[in-house]
């Protein structure tokens, strides 16, 4: 929208809104140095476009004249319509993200509202509901210039108005990543819910975003048949869908078919609906045949076998075991190199001995390419298995393991095999002889400097080391592993809420929020450069450091 309109919008955001997000410096006092230090966190919190906008009236001026800067429209609590609708104005036609995240406020969220949004048709009356409305009725008409589009719900109402929107946008043209996430507490469910809204009769963006090549669907369903969209993907992330709502194995296969660049693709309690009998009668179209058929060994002729030469990355976790062991049976993924696996509450002792393996669609076990490997939950104590899944991961570079839900058992045969298993395992022997990192989590310091002095004295000594900031870690292990290793720190997860004094010096965030005006300009050298031309500024180099010149 351009014209008078617009303007009145945008000033009454600049002149309010703005004003009331952004306190100026100038307002602040300075009389102390708690209030100082409490306007500079404040600033810091801003974000980084307006930011800029208060360096001075030149730098406003020129940041206001950049479309680039303001492309990527929020939707959060407090809602503030006008701060969107300047948004869109100021980007022009520059290609939009756009982030929705109606979950933040939950633990504030009143407890009569919440029960409102739990019923989809009294959800419609909660001021959440509106507000969501009207910023999708806002974005709605620029869907031409969307980029990116992220929709983060607790109440599948507000999803399935996010869904009705993008249903009713002619195309999508520009849209290369689409994440629907619908966060629901509860251990999984047989039938989705609420079930009136589990029928779709739309298509999203009339089936037409050509450029799409990065989907997350979280506890979101679509009308798998009828989403030819849904093609040409790099990274597919399937997570959290009841059963009943899951695609089947022939919508599953077509996708995958439809995408042979797919770098990426996770499973997460999720996956093609039921087992091998109901896969080839999806793919049979109910032929009588199908019971006896699939009795026959999977092979790369089946009907429901792929290849998937692309991939690369695979993630598979809260899945059954026999699931997990029928889906690598059909599903011939030579190439992967990394691996994620996250398995609770049953023995995944087979789902070990069929990664270690050769399988029907392949000679090479799935473990034999792996070099990285991420191990958050794997119940199995079985030591011959653990023996022979380790002596087949020859390849692996990089391991994660979390041994909150990892037996110690992995450690143990990582540092000192013939210990555990002396009837099988020779002296000397060491698994994975090409690791050189190691990240854990839930494990102590003195075991990890087990770790590293008995593969050092072994000749196959661990580079990297990365603990977790909560882990029992001494300042003498500390500085030893410091010592011993090109690189030894602490990370703390995005959902870690505890600090660790013992951790708070070298700990690798993730998820950083506090990065302060400078430092987010050096991390965009475009905008940098653009600035600089606007502003008349020549951007100098000298080595590491850069700064701005006036050439005036």
């Known amino acids: 929208m351009v014209g008078a309109a617009a303007n009145a919008d945008e000033e009454k955001f600049d002149e309010d809104d703005e004003e009331e997000a952004c306190r100026s410096c100038d307002s602040l006092s300075d009389s102390g140095s708690e209030s100082s230090e409490e306007s500079t966190d404040y600033e810091r919190e801003m974000d980084f476009e307006l930011l800029v906008t208060r360096v001075c009236k030149r730098w406003r001026e020129v940041a206001l004249a950049i479309p680039s800067l303001w492309s990527t429209i929020v939707y959060e609590e407090p809602f503030l319509i006008d701060k969107a609708r300047a948004y869109l104005e100021r980007s022009q036609d520059v290609p939009l993200t756009i982030s929705i995240d109606c979950s933040l406020n939950d633990d504030l969220r009143e407890e009569d509202e919440e029960e409102d949004l739990e019923d989809p048709e009294s959800a419609k009356t909660t001021e959440q509901y509106a507000n969501l409305k009207a910023f999708l009725d806002l974005v709605h008409s620029h869907s031409s210039r969307w980029r990116s589009f992220e929709l983060m719900v607790s109440f599948y109402a507000l999803m399935q108005l996010g869904l009705e929107t993008l249903a009713s946008c002619p195309s999508a043209p520009m849209l290369e990543v689409l994440q629907l996430y619908h966060y629901e507490d509860g251990e999984e469910v047989a039938d989705f819910s609420p079930a009136q809204l589990k029928e779709q009769n739309f298509i999203l963006f009339h089936g037409n975003a050509p450029r799409l090549s990065q989907v997350a669907l979280w506890g979101v369903h679509l009308d798998w048949a009828k989403s030819g969209f849904l093609a040409g993907l790099r990274d597919l992330e399937l997570a959290y869908h009841a059963p009943d709502v899951r695609p089947s194995y022939r919508d599953f296969l077509r996708i995958l078919r439809a995408s042979p660049e797919l770098t990426t693709l996770t499973l997460c309690q999720s996956g093609p609906a039921g087992y091998p009998v109901e896969w080839l009668q999806s793919i049979s179209e109910g032929d009588s045949e199908a019971d006896a058929l699939v009795e026959l060994t999977p092979t790369l002729d089946s009907p429901l076998s792929l290849t998937l030469s692309s991939l690369s990355n695979l993630v598979l976790a809260f899945m059954?075991?026999?699931?997990?062991?029928?889906?690598?049976?059909?599903?011939?993924?030579?190439?992967?190199?990394?691996?994620?696996?996250?398995?609770?509450?049953?023995?995944?002792?087979?789902?070990?001995?069929?990664?270690?393996?050769p399988s029907p669609v392949s000679s090479k076990p799935l473990f034999a390419g792996i070099q990285a490997l991420k191990i958050s939950g794997m119940p199995c104590t079985d030591v011959t298995t653990l023996c022979r899944a380790l002596s087949t991961l020859q390849n692996v570079m990089s391991l994660n393991i979390n041994f909150f839900h990892v037996d110690y058992i992995w450690l143990a045969l990582l540092e000192a095999p013939e210990k555990v298993h002396r009837t099988t395992v020779t002296a000397g022997t060491v698994y994975c002889p090409r690791l050189n990192?190691?990240?854990?989590?839930?494990?102590?310091?003195?075991?990890?400097?087990?770790?590293?002095?008995?593969?050092?004295?072994?000749?196959?000594?661990l580079k990297h080391v990365y603990m977790g900031v909560d882990d029992d870690v001494t300042g003498e292990d500390r500085d030893w592993l410091r010592e011993h290793l090109e690189t030894f720190d602490f990370f703390e997860g995005?959902?870690?809420?505890?600090?660790?004094?013992?951790?708070?010096?070298?700990?690798?965030?993730i998820d950083v929020d506090d990065q302060d005006f400078m430092a987010e300009m050096a991390n965009n050298p475009e905008l940098m450069a653009e600035m600089a031309d606007q502003l008349g500024m020549d951007l100098v180099e000298d080595d590491d450091d850069q700064e701005w010149t006036d050439s005036d």
């Open 437 to 461: 990192t190691f990240t854990t989590t839930g494990l102590d310091s003195i075991s990890m400097r087990d770790l590293v002095e008995n593969r050092e004295r072994k000749g196959y000594p």
């Open 494 to 509: 995005s959902d870690g809420d505890d600090d660790d004094d013992d951790g708070s010096d070298g700990v690798l965030e």
């Open 320 to 357: 059954p075991p026999n699931y997990v062991i029928a889906l690598l049976d059909r599903l011939h993924v030579p190439n992967v190199t990394s691996l994620a696996l996250d398995f609770e509450d049953d023995d995944y002792t087979s789902v070990l001995e069929h990664m270690s393996s």
